[in-house]
């Protein structure tokens, strides 16, 4: 009896990975030699000169010879080494790719880099997450060899077959439970015809979706609409796939209630609904209330999270059928909802959807708008102060239909605004910080058991000249904006204009009234902390700004001792206008409103009228009525007296108007180019020479190139920043063909990052 041999071929195949290889990535090819069934978008662990990271397979082939290497090194035609694990099958969608290549070219980044930035942080990376929810299992997989049918028993021939059918490869406990035992098991792995092999098994990726059950979870159940919240309901259901829709209501008229109406709408069709909000301190509240009504298919995601948490969500969502209900933050816009039926931008006005850096640099509501059009989800925009960009597009002109809330549910009247000119209590002898007025009411506060929120316009808002007699501010010649002083590593200060790049010198007195109260405008928040611990006794104080809620739900952790009432007074940044609802505060103050008024940006005025408007917002939730106390030099600025007079849509109609004379954004298209290096005149210099290179390029389409200019904050971390500035028709695609690339002759130790429609320079 001759025994007959059988040339059992495992399917060689090879795969494309795509790994973290430097700054842009690179491709390297491996085999799938463990029958892992790889296939394109699925995440995998393999070494690259022995070190352990993940990558994404970008490609997939079948190869006729055996071209990878056996445990034993048997095989001499080696030329790949084979990957060492599936992270996550199928984790790139092909069309949420496609799509997302769109976005990169948006974006003037590379495709690896826009994908590495979309996916949950170090997934595809070098950085092992923690392994909570792994846990190690056998594999079990055929060894690839010429078989001796003799040797083989039936049963043990029909695992080899179950195994080939599987791709090569199971795990151990899917064998038992096809209804092999251990010992034809073991026999096979004796004979040395199979291997088998600890490995990391992640729960949550095989766990069943549980249903919900609503009845153990007392759901809350929906408000009943006011007509003006119905309307909108109604407007929403009128829109198309793809649509867009403002919802125009102060804080208080019920928008919030009436993304929950949607969301159950859009839920009880099969559809997820994505709803994101511009801070990360506002994600808690907005949680706890759609947990309430929508129980435990609420999901987070958000740089709160940890890196195994976001990566949890995400798998959740790759796996589970049922629709989710994601709130997150702006970089919650990529997750790979599949059938998405609507996303909700609160506070659409937000400058933090906007992602400065690093690259790339993407606004979450133009992102928002790709995806809709791509998934045919409808968009919603709330705003109590929508964008001068968003309310240009309203219906019939633009393409956003738009439904308002005009009444507070509550019927509390908005809060009262009172200016004080702080001019006159300069002339009346007051030196400091805070107003008599302001004064007063602070120091009121512990007898009438109230609080107030006190705003001091963050740092780099310190950054012109002006007078404080007279609340002149030096602006340049050429343009109509304040002059930035810059100061250098020695001290010298000097102005300059970020538009024209006109630049003067520091004067020391004001050249309206020769006062020499003329000086550099602005004080930090630790500054103004110090102020008032000195001059406001038995008044207590807490600081509220990045540094003092850094950390994992720091913003909850500081609102908490606020609202417990451990202090009276929280003093703040930008981040405290923002969402935040406390009963007992009935006061808002902003300290030096000038700050905000003259940051020579593109959208200066429109953005601290709606942070005025918003930090109003704060005082008088609860019973008592608020107020507004508004410092500054400037009290004709049109932003205060469309704060005090409250009509928000006639500032956007003038400032429009005026914007469109003058072609600036949005009715044309700007373009940042920031160069930071730790070596100023090699970063000028490059600075200089990418201008010069780009010049005739933009020229050619319509485009014009200002700078290079400092940045605002011309030096930051060690780094000095310099940029440019390219300003293009309304409409126009950047400037720079896709095949041109801006990095070339930017050395080393520069780095060029470009940030398409900028919201701040
Ligand atoms: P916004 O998001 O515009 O600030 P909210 O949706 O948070 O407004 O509503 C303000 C308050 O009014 C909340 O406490 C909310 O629960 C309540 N509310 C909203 N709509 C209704 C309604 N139709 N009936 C009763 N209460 C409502
Ligand atoms: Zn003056
Ligand atoms: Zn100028």
Redesign the pocket.
Known sequence: MTSASIDFELPHVEVDIWLPVGKEGREFTYADNRGLGLDLGDLVRVHLRGRPMNGLVIARRTSKSINYLNKDETFERKVLSGVDELIQKAAVDKEWRLWLEEVAVSCHISPFRMLKAALPPGWLGQRNLRKQSLQDLWWVYLVDISFDENLLTRRQAELIELLKNSGGGLWQKNIYKSGFSSVILQNLIAQGFANREKRKKDLDYDKKDKPLTCSSLKLENP????CE?LDAVTTYGDLNPGDKLLIW????????????HIASKELALGKSCLILTPEIGLIPQLVD?FKKRFGPRVHEYHSGCSDAERVRTWREILATKEPLLLIGTRSAVFLPLSTLGLIVL?EEHDSSYKQESPMPCYHAREIAFSRAVKTGARVVL?S?TPSLSTWKELSPKGSIALAR?EH???NNPLPGVSVIDMRQELSCGNRGLISRTLMQHLAGLPEAGEQAVVLVPRRGFSSFLSCRSCGEVVECPNCDVALTVHRDGDGREWLRCHWCDYRSNVGTHCSECGSNAFKPFGAGTQRVMDYLTKELEGVKLLRFDRDTTRGRDGHRKLLERFASGEADVLVGTQMLAKGM?LPRVTLAAVLAADGLLHRPDLFAKEQSLQLLMQLAGRAGRGERPGKLIVQTYCPEHPVIKHLVDGRYEEFLRKESLLRKEASLVPFSRACLLRLSGESASCTATAAAALAERIKPLCITQGWSVLGPAPSLIARIAGRSRWQLLLHGPEGSTLPFAEGFDLWSGIPRGVNLSVDPDPLQL
Do not use: H
Request: glycine letters at 16%.
């Open positions: 408000s009943q609409l006011t919240q209501g102060v804080t208080g008229s019920g928008k919030t209630e009436v993304y929950m209330r609160d709330g109590a809330l507070r549910i509550s609802d």
